[in-house]
């Protein structure tokens, strides 16, 4: 759309010099049909063309007048003089559309004002030349500082059971099929011919997932469930959740164990074994006991497990060439014991090369007929946590 911008004829000159000192031509005032005033640039950086009037900023057509000057390629007019009476200049200062009408044709170009010559007018009417547009400046510059850096992040939180560090095995059972033992790596096969016992993955409880593993009845070692954790291990972590279920075990029970630590998969001594102690423990409660070392150490804790309750037991295991030392945790408390009536905080034999763990519920005087699960096994050569 054309942009129509008038002045009273009076102010014609001084308006346009008095805005745009530096940019600024008038044509020759002159009234009636005979001569008419160019239009004068009204923007530095070029204006858009005009349609024809009496002001400054658009003269009348007529037969005679100047042309319209531009600092930067506003439209000139053209007429009889120095071209005919031009469209107004724009106002726009980067840049406008065409004026409405052009002037009369003109024999000569308009002339110049500072920045680059005016454009002669057309021959016939028709639209102004627009003005070139001019690029705007550039923005100031930042301050040069980048937005805050964020913060470092805080490390994830374990996300299951085998999120581990420095993981060696680790068992959920939530991949073996329910009513199946475990059987591929790194749990052996086993050589069981009793059928007596019950060794299978159950969903009757489990810690986390849907399933655990679900033991009882078990005879000898070759029955039990067993994976080698290799010989060069010197420090390691052991994790269980158990699940003493339907009846935990009493006074009256001598030694049930829910998972051991041998030098031999199929041997019963030398051994760690965790489990419950009852008549020969005082106090009774769950034990620590290490087997074939000259000499059986055997650290009792006192704790009493509950029937229908998940514990995690951690066996902390340092081995060393002759001997190994063994601590363990309950529920992430680190168990004190009393040994042959001393009072201990670790329970250490001269029982060396332990690397098999085996897990299903022994007796070690007569069947242990309820059900203990297990769950969420895992062991690493980093400390283990409860998760």
């Known amino acids: 759309m054309a942009m129509r911008l008038s002045f009273s004829r009076s102010v014609a000159?001084?308006?346009c010099c008095g805005i745009l000192a530096w940019a600024c031509s008038t044509g020759s005032p002159n009234t009636?049909?005979?001569?008419?005033s160019g239009g004068s640039g009204a923007s530095p950086a070029s204006g858009t063309?005009?349609?024809s009037g009496t002001a400054t900023m658009g003269g009348s057509s007529g037969k005679g007048g100047t042309g319209g000057?531009?600092?930067l390629g506003g439209s000139s007019g053209t007429g009889s003089m120095q071209g005919g009476t031009g469209g107004a200049s724009g106002s726009a200062t980067l840049g406008g559309t065409g004026g409405s009408s052009g002037g009369m044709g003109g024999t000569s170009a308009g002339t110049t004002s500072n920045g680059g010559a005016g454009m002669g007018g057309m021959n016939t009417g028709?639209?102004?030349v627009a003005g070139m547009p001019v690029a705007g400046g550039?923005?100031?510059?930042?301050d040069g500082s980048g937005g805050m850096s964020g913060t470092s992040g805080s490390g994830g939180m374990p996300t299951g059971p085998c999120d581990i560090g420095g993981k060696i095995l680790c068992d959920d059972f939530e991949s073996t099929a329910a009513g199946m033992i475990p059987s591929t790596a790194p749990w052996a096969a086993r050589n069981c011919f009793d059928t007596s016992n019950t060794l299978k993955v159950d969903g009757g409880a489990h810690h986390g997932g849907a399933q655990a593993l679900l033991g009882m009845n078990i005879p000898y070692a070759d029955c039990q469930l067993s994976a080698d954790l290799g010989a060069s291990l010197s420090e390691y972590w052991v994790r269980a959740w158990v699940y003493w279920g339907t009846a935990a075990p009493t006074a009256s029970t001598h030694e049930v164990t829910v998972f051991e630590l041998v030098p031999k998969a199929n041997t019963d001594d030398p051994s760690i074994r965790i489990g419950y102690r009852g008549d020969t423990c005082m106090p009774i409660g769950v034990e620590l006991n290490i087997t074939g070392g000259g000499q059986e150490e055997t650290g009792c804790t006192?704790?009493?497990p509950t029937a229908n309750t998940?514990?995690?037991y951690v066996l902390h295991v340092k081995q060393m060439a002759s001997s190994v030392t063994t601590d363990l945790s309950i529920d992430g408390t680190d168990q004190s014991y009393t040994n042959h009536g001393q009072a201990q905080m670790e329970i250490t034999s001269q029982v060396a090369g332990v690397r098999y763990l085996r897990l299903g519920p022994r007796s070690y005087s007569g069947n242990w007929a309820n059900p203990i699960y297990v769950d969420d096994v895992a062991v690493a050569t980093e400390p283990l946590g409860c998760q």
């Open 13 to 15: 000159g001084s308006a």
């Open 32 to 36: 009636g049909d005979d001569t008419g």
């Open 49 to 51: 063309g005009g349609g």
């Open 69 to 71: 000057a531009s600092t």
């Open 126 to 128: 028709g639209d102004g």
């Open 138 to 142: 550039g923005g100031t510059g930042g």
């Open 302 to 304: 006192g704790q009493m």
């Open 310 to 312: 998940w514990y995690c």
